[in-house]
C-alpha cells in the first residue's frame, strides 16, 4: 500500500522569516534584514506546530528562512515543538554567531544544515566576503554537537566548484552532502 502523506508527511519546511543578516546572490527567500509585516506570530506559529503534532506521526519539522535565528520567538518556538515531541531540524544562515546561538538549542533540534556552495571565491561572492571561513568554522563546531548536513546549489558559477566542494565536506567530516540546483 502506497504511503499516504497527508495523514503522514515525512518532512515540513518552514520558511519562518525572510529576514537574514546575509544577501545571497540566488535567495529564493528575498531576505532582507528585518523581518516584514506579515509573518506569522507566536500564537500563530505555535497554531501551526500544534498542527503538526496532530499527524499520526509528527513530521520533522526544518526550521529554514531567511535565517530562523533572526526570529525573537525562535527559543519559545524551538520549546513548543519539542515538547510536542515533533523532530526538528533548522537551516540557519552562517552569519558570525551562529556557533553561539545554535548552542542554546543542543538537545532539541536533531539537524543542522549549512550552505557550502564550492571554494572560497565562489562561495563569498555568493554569500558575502568572509562567508567561506565563517562557513567552515560552523561547519567544524557544530558537528560536535549536532547531526550537520552541508547543502550545496549549483548553478553556472558553481557547477565547476563541485569537486571543491566534495574535497571540503570530505575534508570537514559531513556525513551527508545535498546538491540542489
Wanted: aromatic share 6%.
Amino acid at each position: 500500500m502506497p504511503a499516504d502523506y497527508s495523514r503522514n508527511p515525512v518532512l515540513v519546511f518552514w520558511e519562518t522569516t525572510k529576514a537574514c543578516e546575509l544577501a545571497c546572490v540566488h535567495c529564493r527567500a528575498s531576505a532582507m534584514t528585518r523581518p516584514p509585516p506579515g509573518e506569522l506570530d507566536t500564537k500563530e506559529a505555535k497554531g501551526l506546530i500544534e498542527d503538526l503534532a496532530r499527524f499520526d506521526r509528527p513530521p520533522v519539522l526544518v526550521l529554514s528562512g531567511g535565517d530562523p535565528l533572526m526570529r525573537e520567538d525562535l527559543q519559545e518556538l524551538v520549546d513548543h515543538a519539542h515538547g510536542l515531541g515533533i523532530p526538528l531540524a533548522m537551516s540557519p544562515a552562517v552569519s558570525e554567531s551562529v556557533i553561539t546561538k545554535m548552542a542554546a538549542f543542543k538537545g532539541k533540534i536533531r539537524c543542522i544544515s549549512i550552505s557550502l556552495d564550492g571554494g572560497k571565491n565562489a562561495h563569498d561572492f555568493i554569500r558575502g566576503t568572509g562567508s567561506f571561513e565563517r562557513t567552515t568554522r560552523a561547519i567544524q563546531q557544530l558537528a560536535l554537537s549536532f547531526d550537520l548536513q552541508v547543502n550545496t546549489t549549483v548553478m553556472k558559477l558553481t557547477v565547476g566548484e563541485l569537486p571543491e566542494a566534495l574535497h571540503q565536506v570530505k575534508k570537514l567530516g559531513v556525513k551527508t552532502w545535498e546538491v540542489f540546483s
